[in-house]
């Protein structure tokens, strides 16, 4: 615990210091715009790539930054209770879904051979939400003499997660309404570690642009 405590020590002295009428005046509650739905990989902290203090942020972090579908069966739903609060209670403006480079979970649903049917590991049967995209994704890739292994489909297939957490966003009622009767947005976005560089999808165009520095 040594190097959390030396952290922690280096918190209190520093942001800590520097925003404590901020953190005094947020206990008694939260008004964030944003919710970002992250990975929970140590590399991509949303609070350090927006450079947001606290407060600014609702940020849920899953592995491989999925939405599952809506489903009414019930279940120990974590993400869809995190979406419900986000939109019903907190009335964020926007939910930002952000993919990155070299994702293990992505590259373990690009791997896996998913007909063997029930999955006994958690990570597989989560990672199953991105099963249809990937058949699909990796069939056209197939037809276009494109590789279906590599490092490029890696990536394609880490942007058309975050295109199918958005479409599974969509699917939840109160997501719907929250559109409709208060023009709340969802966005994709994709973050490259090894660059530090943000890529936002444009639905426009279909693909993911660089943002600007
Ligand atoms: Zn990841």
Known sequence: MQDLIAGYQR???????????????????QAPATMIVSCCDSRVDP????????????????????????????GHHGTS????????????SRILVLGHAACG?????????FTAGAEDSFILNWMSILQPARDRLM???????????????????????????ID???TFPFVQDAIRDRGMTLAGGHFGIGTGKL??????TGTFAEVPE
């Open 105 to 113: 979970g992505v590259e373990a649903c690009l791997k896996h051979d």
């Open 199 to 204: 890529s936002l999808y444009n639905p426009a």
């Open 47 to 74: 609070a350090t790539i927006f450079d947001a203090a606290p407060g600014n942020l609702f940020v849920l972090r899953n592995v491989a930054n999925l939405v599952p579908p809506y489903e009414t069966r019930r």
């Open 11 to 29: 918190f209190r002295a520093g942001r800590y210091s520097e925003q404590h009428r901020l953190y005094s005046a947020l206990e008694a509650g």
């Open 139 to 165: 069939g056209e890739r197939k037809a276009a003499g494109l590789d279906t292994a590599g490092e490029d489909a890696q990536l394609a297939l880490e942007q058309a997660g975050v295109l199918q957490s």
């Open 168 to 170: 599974n966003l969509a």
């Open 81 to 92: 209770a995190a979406v419900e609060f986000a939109v019903t209670g907190l009335k964020v």
